[in-house]
């Protein structure tokens, strides 16, 4: 899963969609989210970074990750709408 | 490079109020064009438009007869303030008095003042009364939509179209309607404002999206910008809005722009629903008032639009800023009551 090029992500979390002109807002968590998709990084990668950082469980990140993942596709943030 | 003659250009649309007329805003485009300077002169129907009072903007203000006077009426007044001003151009912002304009376009070109419109059969065209056929001519997606003269002919609508239902006026004021009852009541309402016939369209969910832009009349797209409303008044008027980058927008513009060989500027009203298919919800054959975000994006319409009036070389828009906003605001202006009693007595200011 990769996000849309066009995609503009800020350091403090603003998301802008050129294409359709929505904003949304998002928190640590979920910035670091989007940065690791934008980098490409595989789920299995994701999961155990965002598990080192916040010291949380895997299986409750992978969890989390997945109902993110499934927003931001909803609000067509994803390449290809996979 | 800048034209040395300093233009005049007549401008109406001063009402800058909460449903506002384009006129101000128009104004501010002419007044940062590079390619020329210019006089303001603003045209005015009700005494208490506030563009008439912002001195800064407009350099002198006449009343103008209302449409329902007739183009005689509007005719011998132009002529009158051509004589004192020497106009050479006008661009009206009303849907309600273009037809007087393009009907005397001709006339008033022979005396000097020129203007950029839309010939009479693309204005009547668009009329939402013939939107269906214009959709069925030119390959785009229209909401189904019947003009009717009683509302009982609502009802009789409501199992094609299922609910809710957009009620809307042959110019101007739209409703949208969950029941039969509500249909009357919008019905009664928006007819005895607007007269008859009332459209009755098919309401299309999803998000709003606005195109403004300019044909020259030969099938090309010499401005288009496209925004989404951020922030809606209760008149449905965007408050604040930001441009996009959709690609399927401006092709869909591009293409209503060939097809029709569109003549002058024009806002679509467009309806994106969820599959990503765009319907036009309407044509708008002026300018519309948020113009000034195109001319803050890198497209100044009314620039191009006062170059294609006159036969100047006028180059076609590539780009825009995209991800650039406009918010509207009201400003309480004070006036001196003598200027007021200037042009609601004379009708001059």
Redesign the interface.
Known sequence: MKIKNNIAVSDNGFIFNPASGESFTVNQVGLDILNLLRKGEKQETIIQQLSEKYQADKAVIERDLSDFQAMIKQYHLIQNEE | MKNNKKLTIAVTGLNAIDSPGPGVSVIRGLLEAKSFDCRIIGLAYESLEPGIYMHDLVDKTYHIPYPSAGTEALYNRLMYIHEKEKLDLVIPNFDAELYSFIKLAGKLKQSGIHSFLPTLEQFEARQKVNLPEFGKKFNIHVPQSKAVYSSAEIFSLEQEYGWPLVIKGKYYDASLVYNSDQAATAFNKISARWGLPIIVQQFIHG?E?NVTGLGDGNGNTIAAVP??K?YITDKGKAWG???????KALDLTAHFLKSTKWRGAFELELMKNKAGEYYLLEINPRIPAWIYLAVGVGQNIPEALTKLALDWPTEAFTSYE??KMFIRYAWDMIVDLNEFQQISTHGEL
């Not at chain 2, 809005?241 to 690609?247: E, F, L, V, W, Y």
């Open positions: 998000t999206y925004m989404r951020q809005g930001i441009t996009i980058t959709d690609q995209a991800g």
